[in-house]
């Protein structure tokens, strides 16, 4: 399943745009994240998790190796989602955070909430 950032906007909405897979390996369910996670693809990036935490799976790996930018939403819709997961008893991990976004974890002082794969 792809959630593909918005086609037909222009240049500047564009510079803003998320992709989202979701695949199955090996009994997980991997959330591939890429792109920008700002205050418009923030909902997008929550509805996906939300879905995927109801979808019956064991445990959701979310990568985020590939996204160079999360506001405050983003940070807030990953909490959202990781709640929802604990509440439902499913394995919620966050993998692949790269250094500015790892910064935005730090300073808003969330990163010990998630568990963190290497």
């Given at each position: ?19 989202i ?14 792109g ?8 997008r ?10 979808g ?16 405050s ?9 990781a ?17 500015p976004v790892?910064l ?15």
């Open positions: 399943m792809t959630h593909p950032g918005v086609p037909g906007q222009s240049a500047p909405f564009r510079l803003w745009t998320l992709d897979s979701c695949e199955t390996r090996d009994g997980v369910r991997v959330v591939a994240v890429s920008r996670i700002g205050v418009t693809s923030a909902p990036l929550a509805a996906v998790l939300t879905e995927e935490v109801q019956g799976h064991a445990r959701i790996l979310v990568t985020l190796d590939r996204v160079e930018y999360t506001s939403a983003g940070l807030l819709a990953l909490q959202k989602a709640a929802r997961a604990r509440e439902q008893g499913v394995g919620f991990a966050l993998s692949g955070l790269s250094e790892r935005a974890f730090e300073l808003s002082g969330v990163l010990s909430e998630f568990t963190i794969e290497t």
